[in-house]
């Protein structure tokens, strides 16, 4: 059974930053591709960035330039850094397991990051 749990949203001003993490047990990390995702107040939940196995990246274009996914494989750990941050970044964050159907409805509790104005 897959654990996901994400850590290290806060409340942030406009143009800082935060790093958020997600710890995954329960599967083979080290050849699973992983994502992030958020959903906003009355928004769906939208994607964010992925990483696969081997490092490749994929960011929605509002995040592009912005936001760097990574990974720690020994430590079964995924990253997102979030830089210059808005108020359009506010949103409860989540981690996924990418490219499985058995993982495709399987999310973690999040971690809310509020960005203010």
């Known amino acids: 059974q897959v654990r996901l749990v994400e850590s290290g949203g806060g409340l942030v001003q406009a143009g800082g930053s935060l790093r958020l993490s997600c710890s995954v047990s329960?599967?083979?990390?080290?050849?699973?591709?992983m994502g992030w995702y958020r959903q906003a107040p009355a928004k769906q939940r939208e994607f964010v960035a992925s990483i696969t196995r081997h490092g490749t990246t994929n960011y929605t274009d509002s995040v592009s330039g912005r936001f760097t996914v990574s990974r720690n494989n020994p430590w079964t750990t995924l990253f997102l850094l979030m830089n210059n941050l808005t108020p359009d970044d506010t949103a409860v964050y989540y981690c996924h397991v990418e490219g499985s159907s058995r993982y495709r409805d399987h999310w973690g509790r999040g971690t809310q990051v509020t960005v203010s104005s």
């Open positions: 329960g599967i083979n990390f080290k050849i699973a591709d």
